[in-house]
């Protein structure tokens, strides 16, 4: 019944930077993990990036780590990923994913099976 609002997709240029948000609307819950996954064309759904207690613990895929910075969990279970030095390879729909706190699935913080809730995706375009 929880749905996640994304926003913040678009079209850029390689280098340019894009900021991803990702809130929880309708039933309210106790976030536990939230993250981000994407899916180009032609590839499956990968991990981006996730991050755990309020930001005490921080995740990301090799691809992006040192490009990308997940942000959150605020009070109002928020989260962000704040893209920089995009590529063209980095062109995908990208998915926002909470776990709730009372989750029964197995924990592996970078696996989709993980994650109980996932918003609509939103594409990011980038061009060479």
């Known amino acids: 019944q929880v749905q996640l609002v994304e926003s913040g997709g678009g079209s850029v240029q390689a280098g340019g930077s894009l900021r991803l948000s990702c809130a929880p609307s309708?039933?309210?819950?106790?976030?536990?993990?939230m993250g981000w996954f994407r899916r180009a064309p032609g590839k499956e759904r990968e991990f981006v990036a996730a991050?755990?207690?309020?930001?005490?613990?921080?995740t990301y895929a090799e691809s992006v780590r040192g490009r990308f910075t997940i942000t959150g969990l605020n009070a109002k279970n928020a989260v962000y990923l704040q893209m920089n030095s995009l590529k063209d390879e980095d062109t995908a729909v990208y998915y926002c994913?909470?776990?709730?706190?009372?989750?029964?699935?197995?924990?592996?913080?970078?696996?989709?099976?993980?994650?109980?809730?996932w918003g609509q995706g939103t594409q990011v375009t980038v061009s060479p």
């Open positions: 991050i755990r207690w309020s930001g005490s613990s921080r």
């Open positions: 309708g039933r309210t819950f106790s976030g536990y993990v």
């Open positions: 994913a909470a776990r709730d706190e009372n989750s029964r699935r197995s924990y592996n913080i970078a696996a989709a099976g993980s994650y109980d809730y």
